[in-house]
């Protein structure tokens, strides 16, 4: 079974700049939860017990996030809000959160790397801190979880992208006549340009990865955007093992884009009970 979670969030959100100056983007709010936190959840709900936040010197505020505020709860009970007090006391329970921090930024690649002594030897998950899915019907990493079960190899979560989108993707290569949802890859490349992608299946941000990962990690070459990327590591691990793809079934949010943030908001406002039918409202005299 898989218990441990990496989660890297050190990277700088240029995208939305210049909010990510001073405000994490995993903190990036869903109304009044921040993105992260349903990452976090999505990792507990699949059974994970154990999360690594790879962040930077700069996103302390993520680590207070996630802590006990001594303070507030104090005044919320002196007050009697039970209620409020219930929800700062419950986030992320259920799972023991960990931290390190990256030092440089030098990709996706090189923050996962500095999860090897957290990970230790046995195959783990990985959680962007911007990508939210509303897996249905299980959460998307527990339906990862599932697909290791059945190849006990690595797994990278995949979604089908537009054509002119698949230069933003680590994509696939899958091996001849396989049928999915489970397929076995002969490569992946990062971010091709769009007249070379070699499929519209892309990484989106899942992965369940064997602990082979972090030798290929350590002597990691600079690819695109000039970052340590993961998708190379994980091409070169391809010598060695078997990878394999599957497509996640869901809804994906890639909060670091500004439409589907504003997506989310609307999506995850239309589901709260105090609010959905006054927002519902709202969006239909917007249209108009
Ligand atoms: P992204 O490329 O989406 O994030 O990396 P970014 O670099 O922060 O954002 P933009 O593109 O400049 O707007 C995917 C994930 O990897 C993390 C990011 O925090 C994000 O969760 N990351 C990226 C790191 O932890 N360290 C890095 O050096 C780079």
């Not at 990709?107 to 030897?121: C, D, K, S």
């Not at 899915?133 to 339906?143: D, L, N, R, T």
Request: glycine share 8%; aromatic share 8%.
């Amino acid at each position: 079974m898989i218990k441990k979670a990496v989660i890297p969030a050190a990277g700088y959100g240029t995208r939305f700049l210049p909010i990510t100056k001073a405000l994490p983007k995993e903190l990036l709010p869903i109304i009044d939860h921040p993105t992260i936190e349903y990452i976090v959840n999505e990792a507990i709900e699949s059974g994970i017990t154990d999360i690594l936040l790879i962040v930077s010197s700069n996103k302390n505020a993520i680590i207070d996030y996630f802590d006990y505020n001594l303070e507030l709860e104090t005044i919320l009970l002196s007050k009697n809000k039970y209620e409020e007090y219930g929800i700062i006391r419950n986030i992320a329970k259920g799972a023991n959160i960990h931290y390190i921090r990256q030092r440089e930024q030098l990709g996706l690649g090189h923050a996962v790397l500095q999860a090897e002594a957290f990970v230790g030897n046995e195959p783990f998950a990985v959680l962007l801190g911007d990508d939210m899915y509303v897996g249905k019907p299980e959460p998307a990493m527990k339906q990862l979880m599932d697909a290791y079960e059945k190849v006990q190899s690595t797994v990278l979560g995949t979604i089908e992208v537009e054509l002119k989108d698949t230069s933003k993707y680590g994509i696939c290569i899958p091996k001849p006549d396989q049928k999915g949802p489970i397929v076995e890859l002969k490569g992946v490349v990062e971010k091709p340009k769009v007249e070379e992608a070699p499929s519209r299946s892309a990484i989106g941000g899942r992965y369940i990865l064997t602990p082979g990962i972090f030798s290929y990690l350590k002597n990691q070459t600079r690819g695109a955007g000039n970052e340590i990327q993961l998708t190379d590591a994980i091409l070169r691990l391809m010598g060695t093992e078997k990878v394999f793809s599957y497509d996640i079934t869901g809804k994906r949010y890639d909060v670091g884009n500004k439409m589907d943030y504003i997506e989310a908001i609307l999506d995850f406002g239309l589901q709260k009970n105090e609010m959905k039918d006054e927002l519902q409202k709202l969006i239909n005299k917007k249209a108009k």
